[in-house]
């Protein structure tokens, strides 16, 4: 059974002059197989950062509280390593990386993985398949990684490395936002299809309800000024859509 | 007559067969400003002694005729005539010059293959000329490889006929303490079209300027250019494309990787579209991508437009380090960096060397540059 600790992280950035924001102040979250948390809260809460410092994006400084994966120090693992422990980071705005071609990125994230390489055959067919389940013209496995993309190509692409990269945990960064409803719905099916395969763990970040009558939460967490100021079930999302943030922003400032 | 004339990028140029005509460069000239005269042992400055030994042999296609003339060949000088003092250097000193021509209509069924080979590249300078004819409609593959060591400098002229066809894969993979400075001028006829892949890989000074000038109407110039710069090396490419006819297209792309100390890349890009040139559509680009501290970019694109009436024209130079958000990204898969590193750099100047049409050329080129990326990833 898988299981994503969080225990009072800290995390800070550069401030643009030589100082540093403090960005989190105190996140404790567990995330179990089989479970879906939602992560939710106004622009500028701290979601996103929370994110990117669980994958370890270098502009992240943790100061202070741990992160393990089944025990293990996730802090103390490169970026890779992360990914190959089984954490994966389904990005907001992935990069385009021209000269890479979607099927060579796939394999080598597969390749890396997995530890070895896939038989070429087998590959094919599997990425084949994983295309087909999200909808995705199959040309798209030559073009240049993200280059391109519409806006709902990447997001789709994201879920398509995410069923095909099979993590422990995965962590999902707005992948609904800037999503027209039928792709918010082939996103959806994806992330659903991926619970149901395995013991995982999912990490949905959004600043909408809407997502979450796709994608069905355990738990709902609110997030405000760096840390998580109320939890619940799924009712809780039903709360939020009616009286929106206000007065957790109030609280999280407080 | 007013200086809208002439275009400003040529005020300084002039042309002659004749040494004498040039001053020897001080280094501080328009032309020389980047070039590290004390490195070109003697080729710029008449005290390079001709003794060194460079081989020539030619695998020609069996619709190509090879010839090697001496300098009283009267093809010879016809479409190019030397721009700066190396140039002149070179075209007053070679002894044997290379003619490949491809008659009317021939299609050449395999590349032709010209090596050039230094045996000793210390103890003095060689001098080469080669000119490629393609007669009206007929097209061809060349490849020019260099290897080995030398103190080098030739002109290579293209005169490529009306509606012929010319690809040209020029390779420089020198050995390290090779100095190579070379003009290739491709002269285009009515709707000829031209491609040139230029890859500098190995040397120690290497400065080539490929340029072409159009005769007639409906010519088309496709320049490519991959070079990757180690520690010490100085790779530098010149380009000028003059559109001086209306209606005739050109494309630029050069792209480099730098690593390591005193790796140093220059690309100047020259285009002019004179007054009589309307209609003309051009574009060019130069991307450098420095993988370490201590290397050094000098990229400078220069488009002069005398003509309103032009079809399209743009240029782009861009240089800088790998992307942390692409490793980030690759990375955040499993990717290790090294790996995410050597994705990034081949995808990069891959975009180019896939254009490359010669399957074996193609293989080298890409074995050539993994070879390079291990050198990097030896020295983290």
């Not at chain 1, 890396?112 to 599997?126: D, H, I, M, N, T």
């Not at chain 1, 997502?211 to 840390?227: N, T």
């Not at chain 2, 020198?174 to 890989?201: E, M, P, T, Y």
């Amino acid at each position: 059974m898988a299981t994503l600790e969080i225990r009072d992280l800290h995390v800070s950035v550069a401030d643009g002059a030589d100082g540093t924001k403090e960005i989190l102040r105190g996140v404790d979250l567990t995330v179990k197989a089989g479970e879906t948390h939602a992560i939710m809260g106004p622009n500028g809460s701290g979601k996103s950062t929370l994110a990117y410092a669980v994958a370890g994006h270098p502009k992240y400084d943790v100061t202070s509280g741990s992160v393990t994966l089944d025990g293990e120090d996730v802090l103390e693992m490169s970026v890779d390593e992360r990914a190959r422990a089984g954490l994966f980071l389904a990005m907001q705005y992935p990069v385009e990386v021209p000269g890479v071609s979607v099927s060579n990125f796939l394999r080598s994230a597969v390749t890396a993985v997995r530890g070895e390489a896939p038989k070429l055959r087998e590959f094919s067919k599997e990425m084949k398949q994983a295309l087909e389940n999200l909808a995705i013209d199959p040309a798209f496995a030559q073009r240049s990684l993200n280059e391109g993309f519409s806006g709902g190509e990447k997001k789709r692409h994201e879920i398509l490395q995410l069923e095909m990269l099979k993590p422990k945990i995965a962590v999902l960064d707005e992948t609904d936002s800037g999503l027209d409803v039928d792709a918010l719905k082939v996103v959806s099916e994806g992330v659903n299809r991926f619970s149901a395969a395995g013991d995982t763990g999912v990490l949905l970040i959004t600043h909408y309800t809407r997502i979450l009558r796709y994608v069905k939460p355990d738990f709902v967490h609110v997030f405000a000024g760096g840390r998580i100021v109320e939890e619940g079930g799924p009712e809780l999302a039903n709360v939020l859509e009616n009286e929106g943030y206000e007065k957790y922003v109030k609280a999280g400032v407080s | 007559m007013g200086l809208d004339s002439r275009p400003l990028s040529t005020l300084h140029e002039k042309a002659s067969y004749e040494v004498a005509d040039f001053e020897v460069p001080s280094g501080r000239e328009e032309e020389w400003r980047f070039t590290p005269l004390r490195r070109l042992r003697g080729l710029h400055n008449g005290t390079a002694e001709p003794i060194g030994k460079v081989i020539v042999e030619v695998q020609a296609a069996p619709e190509v005729t090879v010839e090697i003339v001496g300098r009283d060949d009267e093809r010879l000088g016809t479409a190019y005539v030397p721009a700066d003092r190396v140039s002149a250097q070179a075209y007053a000193s070679f002894t044997q010059a290379t003619v490949v021509t491809v008659p009317k209509e021939a299609v050449a069924s395999a590349p032709t293959v010209i090596r050039t080979r230094g045996e000793d590249g210390a103890s003095g300078a060689s001098y080469g000329h080669t000119t490629v004819i393609l007669e009206p409609f007929a097209e061809a593959t060349v490849v020019l490889s260099h290897r080995g060591s030398a103190t080098y400098a030739d002109n290579v002229e293209f005169v490529v006929g009306d509606g012929a066809r010319l690809s040209v894969i020029s390779l420089q993979d020198w050995a390290d303490d090779a100095v190579h400075v070379s003009h290739q001028h491709a002269k285009l006829a009515r709707d000829a079209r031209f491609v040139s892949h230029n890859i500098s890989l190995g040397g120690d000074v290497v400065r080539i300027s490929p340029s072409v000038v159009y005769d007639a109407p409906g010519g088309d110039a496709e320049l490519y250019g991959v070079y990757f710069a180690d520690g010490g090396q100085h790779l530098e490419h010149r380009l000028l494309v003059d559109h001086v006819v209306p209606h005739c297209r050109s494309r630029v792309d050069y792209r480099g990787a730098l690593q390591d100390d005193d790796a140093h890349a220059v690309w100047i890009g020259d285009v002019i579209i004179r007054a009589e040139a309307e209609g003309t559509d051009t574009y060019e680009l130069n991307r450098n991508l420095v993988l370490t501290d201590g290397t050094r970019v000098d990229s400078v694109p220069n488009l002069e437009i005398l003509t309103g009436e032009v079809a399209g024209a743009g240029h782009a130079s861009a240089s800088g380090r790998l992307d942390d958000e692409h490793l980030f990204y690759l990375q955040a898969r499993g990717i290790p960096f090294d790996e995410a590193r050597r994705m990034v750099v081949r995808g990069f100047l891959g975009q180019l060397i896939e254009r490359i049409e010669v399957d074996e050329v193609r293989e080298k080129v890409q074995e050539a540059i993994e070879a390079e990326l291990d050198q990097g990833a030896a020295k983290r």
